[in-house]
């Protein structure tokens, strides 16, 4: 069992930056790859960026990429999403989320097995 908490989320201008935190719970965080996802009124639930147990592999939504960074820190059983050069269309609830190793498409949400309560992110223009 993993219990995810998100934090850092906020309202910030276009072109601002956050950085999101997730922290886990349980002493097998490290058998864990992570994700987030972002979840915007009206729209389904969107893929953001992944990362494997060990951070050897990061991958990331087209929309994203090179304005965010995922990265983790094992030793504090904690996952950061990075968010530079926010626009409004960044705006969204985001999400964190562990998968088994070998669960299949890390860019799936279905191969998701724990989530947290998300984290509000507004980015006005």
């Known amino acids: 069992q993993v219990q995810l908490v998100e934090s850092g989320g906020g309202l910030v201008q276009a072109g601002g930056s956050l950085r999101l935190s997730c922290a886990a719970s349980?002493?097998?965080?490290?058998?864990?790859?992570m994700g987030w996802f972002r979840q915007a009124p009206g729209k389904e639930r969107e893929f953001v960026a992944a990362i494997s147990w060990s951070g050897g592999i990061t991958v990331y939504a087209d929309s994203v990429k090179g304005r965010f960074t995922i990265s983790r820190d094992n030793a504090k059983n904690t996952v950061y999403l990075q968010m530079n050069s926010l626009k409004s269309e960044d705006t969204a609830v985001y999400y964190c989320?562990?998968?088994?190793?070998?669960?299949?498409?890390?860019?799936?949400?279905?191969?998701?097995?724990?989530w947290g309560q998300g984290t509000q992110v507004t980015v006005s223009s």
């Open positions: 349980g002493r097998t965080f490290s058998s864990y790859g």
């Open positions: 989320a562990a998968r088994r190793i070998g669960a299949g498409d890390r860019s799936s949400w279905l191969n998701y097995d724990y």
